[in-house]
């Protein structure tokens, strides 16, 4: 819980809907010189309503600021609420979030599985305790308003620092454009988010029925259409090597249907006798071997 309006809407309203069951943890990545004096002031909300608060300290690894920090909250809130002995995380994000990220991906032409957004249920990554978002019908003005109503001085938008550049060029786009409306967006997401549902469960059904996998080779007769293709090939060169792009595995699946052998992410695929295709992993080079 930031501090911010979002979060404070969801722990009054969790609070309402749960009186007593309710726990309140502030992750302070340390990036912003602002964030410890924000977490202390949740903390010291959550006193003042006797809801047990946790702040969790952590250090954000190298690399890619948002995914590690990202990754980094979850897994201190997994632990954190592991051993408080809670059933489930709960995040605020909300319908506008949800279309800013709808409309992000749309703009880096991503897959139905990108533009479906974050779900309404899930798992925590890495773990398998469930994450809601129980405010995805919510929009973020509403949740001010409610804020508002209760007397509680939130911190103001603590997130633009924290926020992608790509993100905060969306969100002002949004606010300044009166023809497209975030609930909306966000519902065509949800809808998207079903769909998704449907190709997983097309995708484990073809996996059942169509591939084989032993110790050194995997092999899939394919009969469902491209969509579920794609994943199957995905998958099987994620099991043997490594996770290659979408865009990737499409031009190797592009020169097995057009009867081509093909190399990827250190997989080769090849064509059995019966029209099936097998992947396996690619041996490795000798030592001074050369390719021609």
Same mark, same amino acid.
């Given at each position: 819980?930031?501090?911010?309006?979002?979060?404070?809407?969801?722990? !009054? #309203?969790?609070?309402? =809907?749960?009186?007593?069951?309710?726990? =309140?943890?502030?992750?302070?990545?340390?990036? %912003?010189?602002?964030?410890?004096?924000?977490?202390?002031?949740?903390?010291?909300?959550?006193?003042?309503?006797?809801?047990?608060?946790?702040?969790?300290?952590?250090?954000?690894?190298?690399?890619?600021?948002?995914?590690?920090?990202?990754?980094?909250?979850?897994?201190? #809130?997994?632990?954190?609420?592991?051993?408080?002995?809670?059933?489930?995380?709960?995040?605020?994000?909300?319908?506008?979030?949800?279309?800013?990220?709808?409309?992000?991906?749309?703009? %880096?032409?991503?897959?139905?599985?990108?533009?479906?957004?974050?779900?309404? %249920?899930?798992?925590?990554?890495?773990?398998?305790?469930?994450?809601?978002?129980?405010?995805?019908?919510?929009?973020?003005?509403? #949740?001010?308003?409610?804020?508002?109503?209760?007397?509680?001085?939130?911190?103001?938008?603590? +997130?633009?620092?924290?926020?992608?550049?790509?993100?905060?060029?969306?969100?002002?786009?949004?606010?300044?454009?009166?023809? !497209?409306?975030?609930?909306?967006?966000?519902?065509?997401? +949800?809808?998207?988010?079903?769909?998704?549902?449907?190709?997983?469960?097309?995708?484990?059904?073809?996996?059942?029925?169509?591939?084989?996998?032993?110790?050194?080779?995997?092999?899939?007769?394919?009969?469902?259409?491209?969509?579920?293709?794609?994943?199957?090939?995905?998958?099987?060169?994620?099991?043997? +090597?490594?996770?290659?792009?979408?865009?990737?595995?499409?031009?190797?699946?592009? %020169?097995?249907?057009?009867?081509?052998?093909?190399? !990827?992410?250190?997989?080769?695929?090849?064509?059995?006798?019966?029209?099936?295709?097998?992947?396996?992993?690619?041996?490795?080079?000798?030592?001074?071997?050369?390719?021609?």
């Amino acid at each position: 819980m930031s501090g911010g309006p979002d979060s404070l809407a969801l722990l !009054l #309203l969790a609070e309402a =809907v749960m009186p007593g069951k309710v726990e =309140v943890a502030t992750v302070d990545h340390g990036l %912003r010189s602002a964030s410890a004096s924000e977490a202390a002031m949740v903390a010291e909300l959550c006193a003042g309503h006797g809801i047990p608060h946790e702040i969790l300290p952590v250090q954000v690894p190298q690399g890619n600021l948002q995914d590690m920090a990202r990754l980094a909250r979850y897994r201190a #809130l997994h632990a954190w609420a592991t051993r408080r002995g809670l059933g489930a995380i709960a995040t605020a994000h909300h319908a506008d979030d949800q279309a800013e990220t709808l409309i992000m991906r749309l703009n %880096r032409a991503s897959g139905i599985a990108g533009l479906a957004g974050v779900r309404l %249920r899930t798992v925590v990554p890495g773990a398998d305790m469930p994450l809601l978002r129980p405010l995805l019908g919510w929009r973020r003005a509403d #949740l001010g308003e409610l804020v508002n109503a209760a007397g509680l001085d939130a911190v103001q938008d603590p +997130s633009n620092e924290d926020l992608r550049f790509d993100r905060v060029k969306v969100r002002k786009a949004l606010e300044t454009c009166d023809w !497209l409306d975030p609930a909306a967006l966000a519902m065509s997401a +949800s809808h998207l988010a079903d769909a998704e549902g449907v190709l997983q469960w097309a995708t484990q059904r073809e996996w059942a029925e169509c591939v084989q996998a032993s110790e050194d080779a995997i092999v899939y007769r394919p009969l469902a259409p491209a969509a579920i293709r794609l994943r199957i090939v995905g998958r099987a060169i994620a099991l043997l +090597s490594g996770v290659p792009r979408g865009g990737e595995v499409a031009k190797l699946i592009a %020169r097995l249907t057009a009867g081509r052998d093909g190399t !990827l992410a250190g997989v080769v695929a090849r064509h059995g006798p019966s029209g099936e295709w097998v992947f396996r992993k690619e041996p490795p080079r000798r030592a001074g071997s050369n390719r021609h």
